[in-house]
């Protein structure tokens, strides 16, 4: 089939270049020229385990990009892949999916025949039926329903791990009302659904929205509810891990997403929770829970803090901060934990160094002015304290670097250095 997505962020590119893999002619359109000529050289715009091989593979053949919109009027499925960033408010900011779907709805309405429209954005319920449609009519002067149809096919995709997780899904959920919709979008998968057995949701549009953030809203509880249990099992000096592996074999429970400590960030559960919490608001339901579950999360680097504070006084102290990225495998700063944390710190008066193998030069423009270390070992030589907040593998590797600290004070938020003799160690919820 021939495919085009609009927008060439993480998660256009890696559904571009996947789709190619499973045998489609796939363009990709964004305004960045850069990312278009990388595209076209077989290199992709983005760091994603797995990307650099599907696009050295297509790029330039199967897969191509350009600036140009029209080339979507040739395509049998259009998706929408643009940003839905977080407005002051909390809510979604559809400034930028909605001036793309104008542009796309112009050169659609020079189409022999119209494509199916997909939006792959995460957008709050009735966003699609809203805006969206609305949008691409009015600029098409065409009619959604007769002369053209639109889908919602969210996305499940983790950063670090976007390929694998598009190619081995636990699901793939497609929205509409419209039975050739369906099978446009069943023709398009098929090869993916043959080869994996994964299960197809055919549902509503409003729905598939609503999924999106389900999805979502239910992970960062689950964290937020594992973080709360763990931080009552750290005051009876219980091991919240071994908690966590017994209720995590009740298959009701099941054992992902149960590792408790600093809290979750990115550009996707705080984004999500809050957009939900917001779009609740609006229709005068106050969603109290998942309120709860965002004050659990804003609270854990404070508690990390508080655990640093029984043990040592850091102001004017060299202090370690371990990890920048909001999770390992990835160099995205977004909503990290390690920005409170580091906040925490200086409000303390200390002399933070950051480490992290890959984030530091992002955590550069939040935080100029700190010190970054090019190693861990530089990082604690001379600290009064380490602070753990990514779940980095080579921070559980840390042993003999440990005694060039002043005093070797490690406050651990992702239980992942192995704690020794001659440190004095201390697990957030352990
Ligand atoms: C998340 C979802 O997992 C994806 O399914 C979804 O598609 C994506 O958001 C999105 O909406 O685009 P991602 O943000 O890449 O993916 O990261 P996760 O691996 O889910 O981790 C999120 C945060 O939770 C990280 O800060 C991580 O450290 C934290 N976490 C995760 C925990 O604190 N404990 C856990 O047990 C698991």
């Known amino acids: ?20 893999d499973l045998g489609h002619e796939v363009t990709n359109v964004d305004i960045d020229e850069d990312a278009v000529a990388a595209i076209e050289d077989g290199v992709a715009p983005i760091h994603e385990r797995g990307l650099d091989e599907l696009v050295a593979e297509y790029g330039g053949t199967r897969l191509r990009a350009t600036t140009d919109y029209a080339t979507a009027s040739k395509a049998n499925i259009v998706f929408i892949a643009l940003p839905t960033p977080t407005d002051e408010r909390g809510r979604i900011d559809t400034s930028i999916i909605t001036a793309g779907t104008e542009q796309l709805g112009e050169v659609l309405g020079e189409a022999e025949e119209m494509p199916l429209v997909v939006v792959k954005s995460t957008v709050t319920p009735g966003t699609t039926e809203r805006e969206l449609i609305p949008a691409l009519e009015e600029t098409s002067g065409a009619t959604a329903g007769e002369e053209f149809d639109v889908a919602v096919n969210p996305e499940f995709l983790r950063e670090g791990s976007a390929v694998s997780d598009f190619l081995h899904p636990d699901k793939v959920v497609f929205g509409a009302t419209a039975d050739r919709a369906f099978e446009t979008l069943d023709e398009l998968y098929d090869p993916l659904v043959a080869q994996t057995d994964t299960t197809v949701v055919r549902t509503g549009v409003r729905e598939a929205e609503m999924i999106k953030y389900a999805n979502n809203a239910f992970l960062a509880s689950k964290i937020s509810l ?3 249990l763990g931080n009552i099992c750290k005051e009876f000096g219980v091991d919240a891990y071994e908690v966590a592996d017994a209720i995590g074999l009740d298959e009701r429970i099941g054992s992902q997403f149960l590792r408790s400590g600093v809290g979750w960030g990115g550009s996707c559960f705080p984004k999500d929770v809050a957009a939900l919490i917001a779009a609740a608001r609006e229709t005068g339901y106050e969603p109290e829970l998942l309120e709860a579950v965002v004050g659990v999360n804003d609270r854990q680097p404070e508690r990390l803090l508080s655990l640093l504070d029984d043990h040592v006084d850091v102001e004017g102290e060299r202090v370690a901060v371990l990890g920048l990225a909001f999770k390992s495998g990835t160099d995205d700063v977004r909503s990290s934990r390690a920005i409170p944390t580091i906040e925490g710190l200086l409000n303390r008066g200390a002399d933070v160094v950051g480490y992290d193998p890959v984030a530091a030069e992002n955590m550069r423009a939040q935080f100029p002015d700190i010190e970054y270390a090019e190693s861990a070992a530089d990082a604690l030589d001379g600290a009064i304290a380490a602070v753990v907040v990514t779940d980095w593998d080579e921070f559980a590797a840390l042993d003999g670097e440990f005694d060039a600290m002043k005093r070797p004070v490690v406050v651990d938020g992702r239980r992942i250095v192995e704690p020794r003799d001659g440190i004095e160690y201390e697990g957030l919820t352990w």
């Not at 060439?8 to 270049?17: C, E, H, K, P």
């Open 226 to 228: 594992i973080n709360e």
């Open 1 to 20: 089939m021939k495919v085009s997505v609009i927008g060439s962020g993480y998660v256009g590119t890696t559904l571009a270049a996947c789709l190619a």
